[in-house]
């Protein structure tokens, strides 16, 4: 949680997420994308259930795809219980009324930083789940593009695997390198080194 810092030098005592967009943003990934992601993963999973002779390894790939599933499904069930406890002042103000947020503020102060601890804990397992889970979809469909023995075209599904494939290692790397940025866990040569090739990639590309 963040704690502003207004012009004047004093503090406002109410809690706000850090950065500050940071529960809008994560809307957009728990509530839209993580349902989309659902169904494709349980779509994709009951073709593989339904024609196993057409994949190289339907079992383990059925297996990652349900996972997968699962944990998407978390990750909304997460994020529903922890958007219940994020609120704001203004929030606060249209729901009691500003008088009433005014003579009790001191109470309600207490009380939004509260919520906003649990909001920010549930929130932080949602995330686990959805990263997890779309981790685990991007294996699933590299497996399952993975050509079977008597299959057709195999040079396009082993070329199709292999870009799944490579874009799924690369979101584990940027979700690992987030991580850590966002514990003050940087003093090791994972992260410098996925910071030096970002900046590297940015002063080329400016």
């Given at each position: 949680m963040a704690e502003y810092l207004a012009p004047t030098g004093e503090r406002d005592p109410w809690a706000a997420p850090e950065p500050y967009g940071y529960g809008q943003g994560s809307t957009s990934a728990l509530f839209i994308a993580a349902p989309l992601l659902t169904a494709a993963a349980l779509g994709l999973a009951g073709v593989v259930g339904g024609a196993d002779d057409e994949f190289q390894w339907p079992g383990p790939t059925l297996l990652l795809l349900v996972i997968a599933a699962l944990a998407l499904i978390a990750s909304i069930q997460f994020a529903y219980h922890a958007r219940l406890y994020l609120y704001s002042?203004?929030?606060l103000e249209c729901w009691l009324g500003p008088a009433h947020v005014k003579a009790f503020a001191s109470d309600l102060r207490?009380?939004?930083?509260?919520?906003?601890?649990?909001?920010?804990?549930?929130?932080?397992?949602?995330?686990?789940?959805?990263?997890?889970?779309?981790?685990?979809?991007?294996?699933?469909?590299?497996?399952?593009?993975?050509?079977?023995?008597?299959?057709?075209?195999?040079?396009?599904?082993?070329?199709?695997?292999?870009?799944?494939?490579?874009?799924?290692?690369?979101?584990?790397?940027?979700?690992?390198?987030?991580?850590?940025?966002?514990?003050?866990?940087?003093?090791?040569?994972?992260?410098?080194?996925?910071?030096?090739?970002a900046r590297i990639r940015l002063r080329r590309r400016g």
């Open positions: 002042y203004d929030d207490v009380k939004q930083e509260k919520d906003q601890e649990v909001w920010a804990r549930y929130q932080l397992w949602a995330v686990h789940a959805f990263n997890f889970g779309t981790i685990l979809l991007g294996l699933g469909i590299a497996a399952a593009l993975v050509p079977p023995d008597c299959g057709k075209q195999i040079e396009c599904r082993w070329a199709a695997a292999a870009v799944v494939l490579t874009a799924t290692l690369a979101d584990a790397v940027w979700v690992l390198y987030m991580h850590m940025s966002a514990f003050g866990r940087t003093s090791n040569w994972f992260y410098t080194t996925v910071r030096r090739l």
